[in-house]
């Protein structure tokens, strides 16, 4: 292994020099690698001199580039059985943000300062080279570009494809706790009444419920359910005589079962009385599915599955459930913000137009205060309740709902205690 100096002349008689890197790669391939710089030329081989000795060198001309490996790593992903979800996220990350700006870039030219690059790009809007279209990206689907580029990476890696994941690299330089802070600040609080229904609105909504659509919102608004653990629940999951219901699995936006998101999404959440009478009510005209089979007249047998199918029994899209089940309801509670129809006249439209926003509520009900007419959970059973994969995940988005020790009658007493004991 060696680096040597090489000079030429060229056909107008100029003088050129470059320098060599030239050494055997783990394999016993003799490589070549050319340089302006001896600088540049002394800095790879002292990189390579380290690769070759732990065996995890890849050649410049026999690496692949990251649209090579990206179909290697989504291939990987089908192969694993993850979700179609996550399949088409995956591609879309591909297709449409990687591979125009590093597709064409071999893995052992990717640099850590090239991904900060392409972030920022991403950010800001600029086109990919070779198109015009300048459009940016938020901030949050940029960090999950990112993620896939550093899990493609990570899957290449595995593969020997590179020595190092130069996303992680560059995750690693940053200092965590700033950027968490950073990207708090940039999302903002969850405030009530903005992003989470007050409970004056709350009450409106309850009150205006009616049809086959107050059981499932009421299921949302009193156990927190994500959207697509209402669409995959099914009756034998849920416990009438114990007042609970327990969440197994989940619908995802192709309608197909799934298990939840995490391990601590299986859970158990207990419901209270007016909810526990809803279902039991709504159990006697819920939709029933057709198992395919036909009793002895030959009329198909329907059973009873999904707690809240369409009127098949199989299981609701969730387009159905906001467009005609949640935002009408807001509107005729009364829950509304001005708006403008398509023609210019002033209207009303949902204030609340997500079923995340019920799943806040419910949080913001476990959180506060037994006289404010909440729960008063602990952080812990909050976050069991809401199965969040971490107790940080509540922390960080509700943290800041819990009542403090030294708010106004709390602080009061304590003052009147430390006083009359003097």
Known sequence: MSVRKRT???SKGEAREAWIVDYVDQAGNRCIQTFERKKEADAYHATVRVEVSEGTH????RSVT???AGEAWHAACERNGLERSSLTQYRDHLDLHIYPYLGAVKLSDLSAPMVRDFSDKLLDGKPAPGTTEEKKRSPALVKKVVSSLGSLLADAQERGAINQNVVRVLSARRKRGQSKKAERRQRGKLKVGIDIPAPAEIRQLIASLE?????????????????????????????LQK?????RQRADIYNEIGMPKSESGERTVPMPPI?????????????????GEKDETGEPIKALEF??????????SLSNILQRGLQPAMIAAGVTVPAVDAEGNPTVEAKYTGMHSLRHFYASWCINRRAEGGLELPLKVVSGRLGHSTIAMTADTYGHLFPRGDD?????AAERQLLSAT
Not at 58 to 61: A, D, E, G, I, M
Not at 222 to 231: H, I, N, P, Q, Y
Request: aromatic content about 8%.
């Open 307 to 316: 707690v809240f199918p369409n009127g098949s029994g199989n299981i609701e």
């Open 275 to 291: 909810l526990t009478n809803t279902l039991r009510e709504w159990k006697l005209k819920c939709p029933r599915r057709d198992t």
């Open 211 to 239: 049809g086959r659509w107050r059981p499932l919102l009421l299921t949302a608004i009193f156990t927190g359910l994500r959207a697509s653990e209402l669409r995959g629940l099914r009756w034998v999951d849920v416990d």
């Open 58 to 61: 890849t050649p410049r001309s």
């Open 408 to 412: 106004g009658a709390e602080l009061e």
């Open 8 to 10: 030429w002349k060229t």
């Open 243 to 247: 007042s609970e219901l327990h969440v």
């Open 66 to 68: 990251v649209r090579e």
